[in-house]
């Protein structure tokens, strides 16, 4: 018992209990059931796969809604091991090995993977768990969707990516931010990446430039996007309202990596085969790219550093480029394009992000948090309207607004 002047420990701290409310929980159900008659009366694959999202959603706001605060920390706590797991199994090709229509045993996959069956079944359970392998009987797994598309290299490439290289940003990003102040970071020299790699002074792709299998790593994981993100945009904008300009060029896919997006557009619209340019710096396109000379032309070109050498073309299309760039850089580049399409009805399309002004789910605001990697950022509509109105630009349309992979400003220059 204490005594009067001794101090008294705070009682341990005890969470109320977790009792989610009836009320809230037939709302959320009704929610997800009204969303599968949607999908049961859906006509079109577009409706259909709009219907799934608003399952999802639902169900997701339900799972939420169930989860204790304390699993939902634990959850968090968790992630990185996660991570780990999923990481480990394409490391050690578990997914390649597994036959796409029969299960297999530990033990037949120890033998595959230059592993044990003990070491198969840590790694493999733990895959099952969260989804990614099905766990048929004790010690046996069969693909599920996802470790289907796990099995393709640029889907690895793309976890690779962000596991391994952004993850050591990532990992290091609090640090980074009690060192330079919590603000968004404008010094594309000093990026959370190069500092969380101990270096100083370097951009985000001179970094990239000389470690050359990380580029390569990188280029495979931005091609991965054609099989997820591409195809919205080939289909979404009326590309075949464009005609070449005075030099035969219909578009221009400035900063256009490999050109996966270009392939895709080429493959709804082939008329635009042999009218398009793929520019990128010379070190990506050096090694080959995915289109064939015929019908796409390479031009190395650094969009910071020069002014857009292919002039008058119909469109300049940037996917997945400003956002990797604070505002700055942004109006350099947009101003080295002014010259080419001054004077012609050349069109600027950005195929990024526009996060809405309120309200934005996680799948886009991680990737404003993901670009921080580069001191870029992801911006709202409000944003897109401020930078291009500074650069001298009007925003004509945005294409897709609310889907985060298949956004495009279209603007043109001001009168
Ligand atoms: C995030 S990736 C996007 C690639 C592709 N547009 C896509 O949609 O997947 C950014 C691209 O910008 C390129 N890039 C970076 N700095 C550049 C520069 N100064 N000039 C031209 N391209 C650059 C990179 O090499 C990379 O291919």
Redesign the pocket.
Known sequence: MGSIGETQDPPPFQPPPFEPPLAVLKTQAATIQAAVAEYELAKTPDDKARAVINIAVASQMLSTITTSPGAVVQRFAFQPVSNAAVRVAIGMGLFNQLSPSKPATTKELAAKCNSDAEFVQRIARAVASLGMLQEVSEETYAHTPISMILSDDTAQASLAQMLDNVGVTMMNLNSYYREHGYKSPADVKNTPTVYARGLKDVGY?EWLTQSPELYTVF?KA??F?SLTGVNGIATAYPWDKLQPGPDGVTVV?????KG??LKEIIRHHPSISGHAVL???EN?LADGTLVSSESVKTVP?????QEQPVKGAAAYM????FC?WPDEECLKILDNHIPAMQGFESRLLL?DLVLPDEGADASKTLRDINMMQCSGKERSEKQWHALLDKAGFRIVHIYCKDDAYNSLVEAVLKD
């Open positions: 792709f280029n931005m091609a996007h896919d400035v900063g256009g990596g996966h997006a520019e990128d710096l990506v070109y650094d969009f910071l550093g940037f996917r997945h480029c990797d195929s």
